[in-house]
């Protein structure tokens, strides 16, 4: 009997080319069941099927107008939380126990064979719709009344052995690859950029690319809305007013990163850090980029925080030498004419884009090896009792130097916000710079004459160290 029923399935029964409403209203006008599989997931993009239980609906409300009864039936089979039906459809669960998904497919095909005399609602339902097929067979194949009785039994004995069975093996198949709870534990931010305007590339995040937050990516930047899509410049503008001092340097690391994924003439940059609004280093992290055939984009951007070193010791030379070692470092990047980001580089460097691509490099050392010195806890009273002196006036000679730095600090990296905000090509760009050299001469002073006195006080100390025990 279910061979004689007429299935009408849009994505099946729609060919190429057919206006589709049309398609669908002709079909559904001659279907006595619409068989909705309701998932609770409604996807903008496709929404035919809203259109098909409307159209359906309507049919069995004007049935019941002009005749006051309808032999229309709309059947939802859907898995979790029931939909909101009305006008008689009927709400039918097709979900399969989470307790049954961690069993056997076997056991679970067995266990979903009824009596053919006490059927489920499924059966009774794939039964209504058979017997509705028998009411329309000629009448001569309905004399047989005996024939007919040991076609229905036959028929309640498929439904109940065989094809439920197979249905809900099928279900439990489908249903042991699909996803319960998805979750991202990094912090991620998706950027969606608009199709660029013709024969152009983005050189710069627009304003407009949209920003969708998981896990929380906001908060690292201090903005409370954690789970709100945000456009690029209402993103740029929060972090500004949060972080005065180095809002630009964080927005122009996650722009390099963004841009350098989406430019086929620049290689990927995944080397980007910056600190977050509570003093925690992050790695800007991209790893997928899509184009889409509308000519938008989307970037995955990942924001990792830096591991914290382990304490494999808390001797007083273990300390010496941690100090040593970073003051090195320092040195050689901040101090020596020899380094890359040396005054000297930045003075012969005639390239704007090019000196705004070093003063981010020359901000990622220094926290880099800021979080150094905090991992190994430098600027804490005891570490600098070992490296510099305890008594009082090492002391007090430490704090003075160590508020020396902090002040040259600060004016470097308000300088360095200046020249990172300001477009490479702009008129004031070359007095920005002009002031940026200046502050960074200062620093280098500054940093010399600390890190002089203070490492060459660790030497000796180290030397001590050695020789007391």
């Not at 006008?29 to 035919?48: A, I, P």
């Not at 024939?147 to 229905?152: G, K, T």
Request: hydrophobic fraction near 40%; aromatic fraction near 8%.
């Amino acid at each position: 009997m279910f061979d004689r029923i007429k299935i009408f399935f849009d994505s099946k029964s729609i060919d190429g080319g057919d206006e589709i409403r049309v398609d669908i209203r002709e079909g559904l006008n001659k279907s006595d069941f619409l068989v909705v599989l309701y998932t609770g997931l409604f996807k903008r993009s496709h929404g035919y099927t809203g259109y098909e239980v409307g159209f359906f609906d309507g049919l069995i409300v004007d049935e019941v107008a002009k005749s006051g009864k309808t032999t229309r039936k709309i059947i939802y089979l859907h898995c979790g939380e029931p939909p909101v039906i009305g006008n008689g459809a009927l709400g039918i669960a097709i979900g399969v126990d989470v307790a049954d998904l961690a069993g056997n497919r076997a056991a679970y095909v067995q266990k979903s064979i009824q009596s053919p005399e006490n059927p489920d609602a499924l059966a009774r339902a794939l039964l209504e719709i058979a017997d509705r097929a028998e009411s329309r067979l000629p009448p001569p194949l309905l004399d047989d009344r005996n024939e007919s009785d040991l076609r229905r039994n036959r028929r309640r004995k498929a439904v109940a052995e065989e094809i439920i069975p197979g249905l809900k093996g099928k279900l439990f198949d489908s249903m042991s690859t699909r996803v319960t709870r998805h979750s991202v534990e990094q912090r991620l931010i998706e950027f969606e950029l608009p199709k660029p305007a013709s024969d152009q590339i983005y050189t710069s995040i627009p304003d407009d690319a949209n920003l969708t937050p998981h896990s929380g990516a906001f908060e690292i930047f201090g903005i409370s809305q954690s789970n709100d899509t945000a456009t690029w410049s209402e993103f740029r503008n929060e972090v500004r007013s949060r972080d005065a001092l180095g809002g630009s340097s964080v927005l122009l690391a996650i722009e390099q990163a963004v841009i350098s994924a989406i430019s086929p003439s620049v290689r990927l940059d995944n080397d980007q850090i910056f600190k977050s609004s509570n003093d925690q280093i992050f790695r800007v992290l991209v790893t997928r980029q899509m184009d889409y055939y509308n000519g938008r984009k989307v970037v995955h951007v990942y924001f990792v925080q830096k591991l914290q070193d382990s304490e494999l010791g808390n001797n007083d030379t273990s300390t010496i030498l941690g100090f040593i070692n970073v003051a090195a470092k320092y040195r050689f990047i901040f101090i020596e004419r020899d380094s890359q980001l040396s005054v000297e580089s930045f003075v012969f460097e005639p390239d704007p884009a090019k000196i705004q691509k070093k003063v981010r490099q020359l901000i990622r050392e220094l926290l880099l090896i800021e979080e150094d010195s905090r991992n190994l806890k430098l600027d804490q009273v005891a570490a600098i009792s070992m490296y510099f002196g305890g008594d009082p006036a090492h002391l007090a000679t430490a704090k003075s130097l160590q508020d020396q730095w902090f002040e040259a600090r600060g004016k470097l990296m308000a300088s360095a916000e200046r020249i990172l905000a300001i477009p490479p090509a702009s008129v004031e760009f070359n007095a920005t710079n002009a002031e940026w050299l200046t502050t960074l001469k200062s620093f280098r002073q500054t940093s010399d004459e600390i890190n002089s006195m203070v490492t060459v006080q660790a030497l000796e100390n180290l030397k001590k160290s050695f020789t007391s025990g």
